[in-house]
């Protein structure tokens, strides 16, 4: 067994604390990665606090890992030692299902393994992510990442990135159309650099005025504050397209009433308590409302490999381990530009 460390949480209600355990000696197609950097997504804190009612502790969270490649199993083809490379929400599938033989492993039918606090395939070993030294990973679900790109600010592109990708290429958006992201954190930030990369018009739509500048800054040609009732209300039935990646409860209804006719509406956002939506809100204008999960191995590379192309990464503050507990009050307050990185070079120190 290799022996791992990071920082768990216990309970639902506890800090997040040191913690050690094992990784599984490498199989015939295993990956032994040497982690040095995972990225802070708003999935960890829902998680870790038991928001979303799967919670299982101790729980090592992290699925936006970039690392080393420092050794293999004998029959791994993709990889070589010293390559850098990510994982990301999920380490296997059955691989046999519709879904996982399309690309979109994410939809498993027997259900993904998903990277921390999921369950391995023989149903009894827990996962444990990537706030933590090591990670040991089938090569099938690791992903390269392409040169250039600064390894802290390509973490967040494991989660964050693809979660914004896939929707704006699943519902083909391009050059021209206007295009609403909704929510300006790690997965917002990530949504206006891919919108715009595409030739999208973006509008960054937002509860925080003072994000106006980095959200021009960040590829947004406008700025609506969701709380001001003029601006929204000049703002109906302007968007063909809105990506929401709001945390927590907030007016789908209003969101709906700036689509356009024929417009749809991505939530990507999971806020734990139900959104209401009146049935009027789609039936005026045949808007459609939609949701969208991560994205399978295939597309989250084609993402890199796009990222790698355009030099595009995530806007990171980079923190130790120590600090994580302290940027997860921060990430739900909205105090963070634009995603926390933990450097793993700190749990040596
Ligand atoms: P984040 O960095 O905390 O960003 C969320 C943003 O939502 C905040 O910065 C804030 O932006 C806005 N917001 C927060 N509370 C709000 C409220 N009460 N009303 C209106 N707006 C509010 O979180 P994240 O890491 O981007 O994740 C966002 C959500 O996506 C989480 O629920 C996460 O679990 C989920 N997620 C889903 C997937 C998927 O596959 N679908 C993948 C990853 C994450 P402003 O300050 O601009 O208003
Ligand atoms: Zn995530
Ligand atoms: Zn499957």
Redesign the pocket.
């Known amino acids: 067994m290799i022996r791992a460390h990071g920082y768990a949480a216990q309970n639902a209600e506890s800090p997040l604390a040191p913690f050690t355990f094992e990784r599984r000696d490498p199989g015939d197609k295993d990956v032994v990665i040497q982690i040095l950097y995972c990225g802070v ?3 960890d804190i ?1 998680q870790v606090r038991g928001e979303w009612g799967n919670s299982t502790y101790p729980m090592v969270p992290g699925h936006e890992i970039v690392g080393r490649v420092t050794s293999l199993g004998k029959g791994v083809t993709k990889f070589r030692e010293g390559d850098l490379v990510g994982v990301g ?1 999920f380490v296997d599938s059955c691989r046999a299902c519709g879904s996982c033989k399309e690309g979109t492993e994410q939809f498993c039918e027997g259900g993904m393994v998903l990277t921390y606090n999921g369950v391995e395939k023989d149903g009894k070993t827990p996962t444990f992510g990537g706030y933590s030294s090591v990670i040991v990973t089938d090569e099938s679900y690791v992903l390269r990442i392409p040169e250039g790109i600064d390894p802290a600010a390509a973490a967040p592109l494991l ?2 990135g693809i ?1 914004t990708y896939s929707p704006l290429r699943h519902w083909k958006v391009s050059a021209g159309q206007r295009v609403g992201v ?7 930030h990530m949504g206006v650099k891919f919108a715009a990369s595409l030739g999208a018009e973006v509008t ?1 739509i ?3 005025a003072r ?1 106006e500048a980095d959200a021009r800054r960040l590829g947004a040609s406008q700025f609506l504050v ?1 709380t001001d009732p003029s601006a929204m209300a000049k703002a109906m039935g302007s968007f063909d397209f809105i990506l929401d ?6 007016d789908v209804q209003a969101l709906l009433g700036l689509l356009r006719r024929d417009g749809t509406l991505v939530l ?4 734990d308590k139900p959104l209401a939506i009146g049935a009027m809100g789609l039936l005026f204008g045949r808007k459609t409302l939609a ?4 994205g399978g191995i295939a597309e989250t590379q084609e993402m890199l490999d796009y990222c790698g192309e355009k030099g595009i990464a995530s806007d990171v503050e980079v923190i130790p381990m120590q600090q994580v507990n302290e940027a997860y009050d921060r ?2 307050k ?1 105090d ?1 530009r ?2 926390f990185v933990i450097d793993m070079k700190s749990l040596s120190v």
């Open positions: 997504c708003h999935s829902h929400c989660c964050a979660t909704v929510g300006l954190g790690g997965l917002g960054v937002s509860t925080s994000k969701s990646t709001v945390s927590a409860s907030h990507v956002g999971a806020p949701g969208s999960l991560i990430t739900v909205g963070v634009y995603r």
